[in-house]
């Protein structure tokens, strides 16, 4: 099931590792990705509640994303709910995965699982910390 993602604008920063003293590209994704349906645009509109057991899952790649070259980077994920009254994430996740469609490539991936009432509007930041190489021109 595809899930409506509102992205924010993408930071891309040059950075030194500390210990290595390596240039490191780190890059910050954010944004809200809906889960369960369309966000409310007014007026009446349905929830439904999702069991904890049996959470809904929804993995979406980032529109923004850098296609790496490589799965070797640093990955973190923070999410949130930021719409929805009785939502709770169950779990959320990024990852380099690899592109459907050529092995080659690795796209930041998102997989959130929900519990509670849906549609709901999960937060995102993603930062991925790589070398600049790893980034396909």
């Not at 709770?88 to 995965?97: D, K, M, P, Y």
């Amino acid at each position: 099931m595809t899930s409506p993602l509102i992205a924010e604008p993408r930071l891309d920063h040059m950075v030194t590792d500390a210990v290595t003293g390596q240039a490191i590209r780190s890059t910050e994704y954010s944004g809200v990705v809906w889960i369960g349906g369309q966000p409310p645009t007014g007026g009446m509109y349905l929830r439904r509640t999702v069991l904890a057991s049996k959470p809904r899952v929804s993995s979406v790649f980032l529109p923004d994303s850098l296609p790496y070259l490589d799965a070797e980077a640093t990955v973190v994920t923070h999410t949130w709910v930021s719409s929805g009254p009785d939502a709770f994430i169950v779990a959320g996740q990024a990852e380099l995965a690899p592109d459907p469609r050529s092995a080659q490539l690795r796209w930041v991936q998102l997989t959130v699982r929900v519990a509670g009432s849906v549609p709901v509007g999960i937060g995102y930041r993603i930062v991925v910390e790589a070398h600049p190489d790893m980034i396909s021109r």
